[in-house]
C-alpha cells in the first residue's frame, strides 16, 4: 500500500469500530501488543475492494489470538452486532502454522495497513488476494466433486472485482495460477459467474453432484435416481422445453 490507512476516519463502519474499542480494551488490561496478518474480506475493505461497512470476519494468518485477548473480542464483537471470533485464523488448517500455510497458498507479502497503540494491521497484496481467493473457489469444486456443497459465492465477485482493479483478464487465470489449480471446472465457474450469475453456478454444482452421484451409484453396481437427482433433471427438462 502506498500510504497507512486512517483507521479512525472509519470509526463508524462496524469492523473498525470494533477494532478501535478492542484496541482501548488491551490499553485498559495493560494486555501485550497483537500482530494480525489480514486476508479475506477485511483485507479487501482495506484495499477500497469491498465497502468498508459491510459485516463479516477478520480472517488472519499466524497464531490465533490469546484467550484472554479472544474473550475481550467477542464481547466487543456481540455488543457491536458481529459474531463471536469476529477476529480468527480459521482460514488455516487446524495445527498448522503460517509456514504450512505458505506451503499450500505459494509466498504471501504484506504491508502495514494500520497501527494502534495496541494492535498492529499488515494487509496482504493484493496479487496474492487474487491467488487466494482462487484457491478457495477451486478448493470449494473439489469438494463439490466428492458430494459436497458449494458456499463460496461471495469468492466469484471478490475474484472479478480484484482482476479489474488489478486489469487482469479473467481467462489468463487459469495460466496465472496453474500451480495452484486443480479442479478443470475453476475458470469456467468463473467465467459462468461473469455471465450468468448466481444461478449459473448453482446450475454447475448440481451437474457436478448429479456426475457424483452417477459415479456412485455405478460403482456400486445399481445406480438408482434419488429424489435430489429427479429434481435436477425434471428442472432440466422445463428450460428445454420453455426454450422450444
Avoid: C
Avoid at 497483537?34 to 465497502?51: E, Q, S
Avoid at 452417477?214 to 445399481?222: A, D, I, N, P
Wanted: net charge negative.
Amino acid at each position: 500500500m502506498e500510504s497507512k490507512l486512517n483507521i479512525h476516519d472509519y470509526k463508524d463502519a462496524p469492523l473498525f469500530k470494533s477494532i478501535i474499542e478492542l484496541n482501548q480494551a488491551m490499553i485498559d488490561a495493560d494486555k501485550d501488543p497483537i500482530t494480525l496478518n489480514v486476508v479475506g474480506g477485511f483485507a479487501l475493505m482495506i484495499h477500497d475492494i469491498r465497502n468498508k461497512n459491510e459485516f463479516t470476519d477478520i480472517d488472519f494468518v499466524g497464531n490465533r489470538l490469546p484467550d484472554d485477548i479472544e474473550k475481550i473480542s467477542d464481547q466487543i464483537g456481540v455488543k457491536n452486532g458481529l459474531e463471536k471470533r469476529w477476529i480468527n485464523n480459521d482460514i488455516m488448517l487446524s495445527g498448522s502454522n503460517f509456514d504450512d500455510f505458505v506451503l499450500s497458498t505459494g509466498e504471501l507479502h504484506f504491508a502495514q495497513a494500520f497501527d494502534l497503540e495496541k494492535i498492529k494491521v499488515n494487509v496482504l497484496d493484493t496479487q496474492d488476494l487474487l491467488r487466494l481467493k482462487v484457491i478457495a473457489i477451486d478448493t470449494a469444486l473439489s469438494a463439490v466433486d466428492f458430494g459436497g456443497d458449494f458456499t463460496r459465492m461471495k469468492d466469484f465477485r471478490d475474484v472479478i472485482n480484484i482482476s479489474k482493479k488489478l486489469g487482469v483478464d479473467i481467462d489468463s487465470l487459469g495460466e496465472r495460477f496453474k500451480d495452484n489449480i486443480v479442479n478443470i471446472n475453476t475458470v469456467p465457474a468463473i467465467q459462468t459467474y461473469i455471465e450468468l450469475g448466481p444461478s449459473g453456478i448453482k446450475e454447475m454444482v448440481d451437474r457436478m453432484q448429479y456426475e457424483f452421484q452417477k459415479m456412485k451409484f455405478e460403482s456400486k453396481g445399481e445406480y438408482k435416481r434419488t429424489s435430489f437427482i429427479d429434481d435436477v433433471i425434471n428442472k432440466a427438462i422445463q428450460r428445454a422445453n420453455e426454450e422450444r
